[in-house]
């Protein structure tokens, strides 16, 4: 098949996908596999299918390299979140083609990249792979809620099956602009989640005579104060110093930070998990009834931390924060946090497509702040794992649309990403 027909293959591919309903929970993402099992079929590929239970199964497939070249995983999820059919202007579950977009759940998060990479895989095995080392394909179940029927089972029961030495999976690809440079991001990392709760202790009441008893819940606002004023640990992370270079903002971090907050909110959004931990209260409770006093409160808080820092940092700086207050401290959570170097074949790969999207554009690495598969692939292979699908679309839409109503793709952007699958796979395929 000539290449200029893979952009209505793809698009086709993403419909069928999108008209196989993955919510999840409950994810039911077999049937997802089954498709594109049978459409790599057509290729003459073999799939392999696991799953935990039957329901819920990851697809592998694998093309062998002529010799012991590094491997190179293409990687993404076949499970989406949630639509409610009453905020959408279109069926969410349809897959309908129109405006040169595929519209539906997942399109952008992300069916649109699991078609994307088949189709270039599905073309690679059609033409005879010849790279040295494996590519190998993986869709996987259960990103979303991330209840281990995914690709930590994977990496668990099936090491052999997903093992590589490189990954590139979701988290990165879009357009960052800097006065006129522009540059494309590349997810090399993402931020531990560290959610923790600080408990206060009283003793509990009735709210009619309150000098009976010692409300737990008053004893938060010292608490939220003090959270509210502490600076949380920073680091000065060189891949900051790089990402900001390739945009032509160097200077002071901070002082670029300030200037965008106004005049570029992407740019911002984008340095400001990078500068450090962050720190946000989120949530609290106390007593369920109004009229009782609460013996027991407890501040819930959302914190993110730079790989390389640890929670012993976090407890560190709010015990030093909190210090002379009464309260218990404890971690919620620890997912995540992990990063790729980028100074590695793989990134210059993506360099070297980035003027195909955009001419004088650049490649530029960061930290998102949230996590995604790709710690899976790192803490159990130590692979080079990185998030990128190239979009042209307005970066600011598509973060309106991704979990939200009218999830839609270009259908320019998922030709786009075929051509760029392609390109990093023979570009790593013909790495010694
Ligand atoms: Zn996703």
Redesign the pocket.
């Known amino acids: 098949m000539l290449e200029h027909d893979l952009r209505a293959e793809t698009a086709r591919l993403l419909a069928g996908l999108i008209r196989i309903d993955t919510t999840n929970p409950p994810g039911n993402e077999t049937r997802a596999a089954e498709h594109l099992a049978a459409y790599l079929a057509e290729s003459g590929v073999e799939p392999a299918l696991r799953g935990r239970v039957p329901e819920r199964a990851n697809l592998v497939a694998r093309l062998r390299g002529t010799g012991d070249g590094p491997s190179l995983m293409l990687l993404g ?1 076949t499970d989406v979140v949630l639509a409610d059919r009453a905020e959408w202007s279109v069926e969410p579950f349809s897959g309908l083609e129109r405006d040169g977009h595929v519209w539906g759940r997942g399109a952008l ?2 069916k649109g990249q699991v078609a994307a990479e088949a189709v270039a895989f599905a073309t690679l095995a059609r033409e005879g792979w010849n790279g040295a080392g494996d590519l190998i394909y993986c869709a996987v179940a259960d ?2 809620v991330g209840d281990g029927w995914g690709l930590p089972w994977m990496t668990e029961h099936h090491p052999d099956l997903v093992r590589a030495d490189y990954v590139v999976n ?1 988290g990165g690809g879009e357009r960052i602009t800097n006065g006129d440079r522009v540059a494309y991001r590349v997810g090399i990392g993402e931020k531990q989640c560290s959610a923790f709760a600080v408990t206060t202790h009283g003793k509990s009441g009735h709210a009619s005579t309150p000098g009976a008893s010692d409300n737990a819940l008053l004893k938060m606002i010292p608490v939220l104060e003090r959270i509210d004023r502490m600076t949380p640990p920073s680091r000065d992370l060189p891949e900051l110093r790089t990402f900001l270079g390739s945009i032509g903002a160097d200077g002071d971090p901070r002082s670029v930070l300030n200037a965008a907050r106004t005049t570029n909110p992407l740019l911002a959004a984008t340095i400001e998990p990078m500068l450090g931990a962050t720190i946000a209260p989120t949530g609290m409770t106390a007593s369920s009834k109004i009229n009782v006093i609460p013996g027991r409160a407890q501040l819930r808080v959302d914190c993110r931390i730079l790989p390389g820092m640890t929670q012993a940092d976090i407890e560190g700086a709010v015990r030093e924060a909190l210090a002379g207050l009464e309260y218990d401290f404890e971690f919620l959570e620890r997912d995540g946090g992990t990063m790729s170097p980028p100074d590695t074949p793989l990134f210059t790969a993506i360099e070297e497509f980035v003027p195909e999207i955009e001419p004088g554009a650049t490649a530029a690495p960061v930290i998102c702040s949230g996590f ?1 598969d790709s710690h899976w692939m790192r803490e159990a292979f130590s692979s080079v794992a990185y998030g990128f699908m190239p979009t042209r679309m307005d970066p600011a839409l598509a973060g309106s649309l991704i979990h939200s109503a009218d999830e839609r793709i270009p259908i320019d952007d998922l030709d786009l990403a075929v051509r760029f699958f392609l390109h990093v796979s023979r570009t790593m395929g013909a790495a010694a």
């Open positions: 999820h998060d992300m990103e979303e979701e995604t």
